[in-house]
Nanobody, 122 residues
Framework: QVQLVESGGGLVQAGGSLRLSCAAS????????MGWFRQAPGKEREFVAA????????YYADSVKGRFTISRDSAQNSVYLQMNSLKPEDTALYYC???????????????WGQGTPVTVSS
């Protein structure tokens, strides 16, 4: 079992930055692909970014490409999402997830955190 805990969310003005963290316990993340998803009120959960098991490949939704960066630190057993040039439409609950293979589809991930809220004011 892998337990995931997100942190780093908050309230920020448009154009600002936040760095989300996802800390794992119970098992090392070394063999897992990791993803970030988000869900805005009244909307479905959507893919944001993913990284393969060794950090060699990253994938992004078109809506965040060039603004967000996903990374991982095996020593810290953590994954991060650096979010720059934030927009009001980035407001959502952000989740990290772990799975066997990198994917942009939520059902393909096995473990999920509880989420951290991000609010971007205009």
């Amino acid at each position: 079992q892998v337990q995931l805990v997100e942190s780093g969310g908050g309230l920020v003005q448009a154009g600002g930055s936040l760095r989300l963290s996802c800390a794992a316990s119970g098992r090392t993340l070394g063999s897992y692909a990791m993803g970030w998803f988000r869900q805005a009120p009244g909307k479905e959960r959507e893919f944001v970014a993913a990284i393969n098991w060794n950090g060699g490949k990253t994938y992004y939704a078109d809506s965040v490409k060039g603004r967000f960066t996903i990374s991982r630190d095996s020593a810290q057993n953590s994954v991060y999402l650096q979010m720059n040039s934030l927009k009001p439409e980035d407001t959502a609950l952000y989740y990290c997830a772990a799975g066997s293979n990198v994917a942009d589809t939520a059902p393909l991930y096995d473990y999920w955190g509880q989420g951290t809220p991000v609010t971007v004011s205009s």
